[in-house]
């Protein structure tokens, strides 16, 4: 059947493809996470505050453990990089994560090690993309005839699971020093702004339940589920990390953040964050390095700073954001750009190289999936978040990675309230596993 609507979102590479009755994302993830024995690597990526998703699995791995990558379980020579370049030379559109450890490796240094992998890729091989704003489906395939897919079903929702037990990683104190480190650092010219990171930790819990109760409550752009390897990532990311699509580059990185009011004093409190000193100090500083990272693939003069401290608001939160665009130069693939920016100024600091080494002597464990990216790639095209506002889990327990930009302005006790801020919608969202008491079905 020919589409009547064109083919959604062309450059995850369709081989085959026809329009399907919409379907509500949830319900499809549901079945997908279900279906067999609930084992198999599933990918949901998540335009949850409207857009499109993308919703599928594979036919093929690529996992990355301590700087050393498979495919199918048979080696691959080369970094994280490398052998996401081959991959995507082979064809297709792989969707997963590189993990923040990886990029530390890709600066020459050498990373805490984590129990996750450093990246994890799955290539699409069956998978239907859905159009919120024009209620509109697509059946798509690598094949000429798609796997068969299951029906969507009526989503969970646990809307009396207990509360979860976390630990922190770092009790406050801890981190107070950290931040004061990081600011000695700073009056000694080591660095000018470190983002700190520190984790929150709990047993293991229920992927799917959780997810759909972040998304109920913390709807972002770049939401995601991704299965893939034994791990899962659930990402409400509002930042888009990288998109590359017809030789044109975009990075959007967020520094600023406040919570959102209750009434009256919400909008007062975007203007807050518009007119920090401290706030728009930190984007701009991680403007400058985005700029700079891009410059190193795209054509001379065409880096430009397209939007510049504007605050986005979110379910829980108001951002600080600002976006940086380019033209790629000729034969400048998505690796190329990934090689050139990772791990993300966002995420580092800068300068980039010599921040990480001080943040790896003040952190008190890995950063794992968090403060890497993920998304889809393709050997000429990209669109991947950063992983925050994430949860990591696996059989053992789920991980939450938070931070926040250290600069000399900033004061200790605020940047304390800010990494608990950041927290609090993910841990409420945590089902723990076997915990969830009765499960009343309901729509997500």
């Not at 052998?83 to 969707?95: K, P, Q, S």
């Not at 580059?249 to 406040?258: E, M």
């Not at 940047?415 to 009343?440: H, I, M, T």
Request: glycine share 10%; with cysteine; hydrophobic share 45%.
């Amino acid at each position: 059947m020919a589409p009547a609507h064109g083919l959604l979102m062309p450059w995850l590479g369709a081989a085959s493809w026809q329009d399907i009755p919409y379907v509500d994302p949830a319900g499809l993830a549901t079945a997908l996470w279900d279906a067999g024995d609930g084992t198999r690597d599933v990918v949901w990526l998540d335009s949850a505050s409207g857009g499109r998703h993308v919703l599928g699995v594979g036919d093929a791995t690529l996992v990355v453990r301590e700087g050393a990558a498979t495919r199918d379980g048979e080696p691959v020579a080369g970094d994280a990089l490398d052998a996401l370049e081959a991959a995507t030379a082979d064809g297709g559109a792989w969707v997963g994560w590189l993990g923040y450890e990886a990029g530390v490796r890709l600066l020459g240094l050498a990373p805490a090690p984590s129990p996750h992998p450093d990246a994890a890729w799955m290539r699409l091989s069956t998978w239907i993309v859905i159009d919120d704003d024009t209620r509109t489906a697509q059946l798509q395939s690598r094949r000429a005839t798609p796997e068969p897919l299951p029906a969507a079903v009526l989503p969970p929702w646990y809307a009396d699971a207990p509360p979860a037990t976390v630990r922190w990683r770092d009790e406050p104190e801890a981190y107070l020093a950290a931040i004061a480190a990081c600011q000695r650092a700073i009056r000694e010219g080591d660095s000018y702004l470190l983002c700190l990171t520190t984790a929150v930790e709990t047993g293991p819990i229920d992927p799917l339940a959780t997810y759909l109760r972040l998304r109920a409550t913390a709807r972002a752009h770049h939401g995601g589920l991704l299965r893939i390897a034994g791990t899962t990532l659930a990402s409400a990311s509002p930042e888009r990390f990288l998109r590359l699509e017809d030789g044109r580059v975009q990075t959007s990185p967020i520094k600023g953040t406040r919570r959102r009011g209750t009434g009256a004093d919400d909008a007062a409190l975007a203007e807050e964050l518009r007119t920090s000193e401290k706030e728009r100090a930190e984007n701009v500083m991680i403007v400058d390095l985005c700029r700079n990272d891009l410059q190193r693939v795209c054509e001379p003069g065409s880096v430009a700073v397209t939007s510049l401290l504007a605050v986005e608001t979110y379910p829980t939160v108001h951002q600080l954001v600002s976006t940086i665009a380019g033209t790629v130069r000729e034969g400048v693939g998505p690796v190329d750009v990934l090689r050139a920016t990772f791990p993300a100024g966002s995420m580092t600091g800068a300068p980039k190289r010599r921040t990480v080494e001080l943040l790896q002597a003040l952190e008190t464990g890995p950063r794992g999936v968090y403060a890497g990216c993920f998304g889809a790639i393709t050997a000429d095209a990209c669109d991947v978040a950063m992983v925050i506002r994430s949860i990591v889990a696996d059989a053992h327990g789920a991980t939450i990675g938070i931070g926040g930009g250290i600069t000399a302005l900033s004061v200790p006790e605020e940047e304390v309230d800010e990494v608990a801020l950041k927290a609090e919608a993910l841990v409420r969202a945590l089902v723990p596993l076997g915990g969830s008491g009765q499960a009343a079905r309901d729509s997500a």
